[in-house]
């Protein structure tokens, strides 16, 4: 069975990212002089060259979570995937025991409590989806929300 999928890149801090990437990439062009002047004799700049590895993996590693994207795949049942640059996390997979349902402005609170998988509300509709004891909100087309309805045999609520 072929696949379909929905595909939202959240890279609204991206400019963070950048930033922060920047200033790393100029720690790195101090560590250098660092380096340099430690091997020429100035052991004390070691020390210094140590606290500026720390600094630039202080400012590298937050920037792998701050863009992602989540990808909704429907081949032999739904997948949802949080696609970081550096790894693929599933983050649920339907089986036949979930509840899905349509978010309405009365389900404000339902949706504040669920965790967001679609960038804008304006994406698709938006449908709550219940499955082991959590509540993801997905944005949904027309065509991927009839997969999943005949697929599991569900109807909407």
């Known amino acids: 069975m ?12 991206k400019p963070l990212k950048t930033a922060l990437l920047a200033i790393a ?31 630039m993996l202080a400012l590298r590693l937050p920037t792998l979570k701050l863009t992602y994207s989540v990808k909704y795949v429907f081949k032999d049942g739904l997948s949802v995937f949080k696609i970081y640059p550096h790894k693929k996390e599933l983050v649920f ?35 709550l989806i219940r499955t082991n004891g959590k509540v993801y909100a ?7 929300l009839a997969l999943i309805l005949s697929f599991y045999g569900k109807t909407l609520e």
């Open 93 to 127: 997979f339907l089986s036949g025991d979930f509840e899905i349902l349509s978010c309405n402005e009365s389900d404000q609170n339902l949706l504040d409590s669920a965790e967001k998988l679609y960038l804008y509300p304006g994406d698709a509709g938006i449908y």
């Open 25 to 55: 990439l100029g720690v790195d062009l101090v560590d250098i002089a660092f380096l340099v002047s430690a091997i020429s004799g100035d052991y004390i700049k070691f020390a210094y060259l140590a606290a500026g590895i720390a600094v």
């Open 138 to 144: 997905v944005a949904l087309d027309d065509y991927m």
């Open 2 to 13: 072929n696949s379909y999928t929905l595909e939202y890149v959240f890279d609204k801090k």
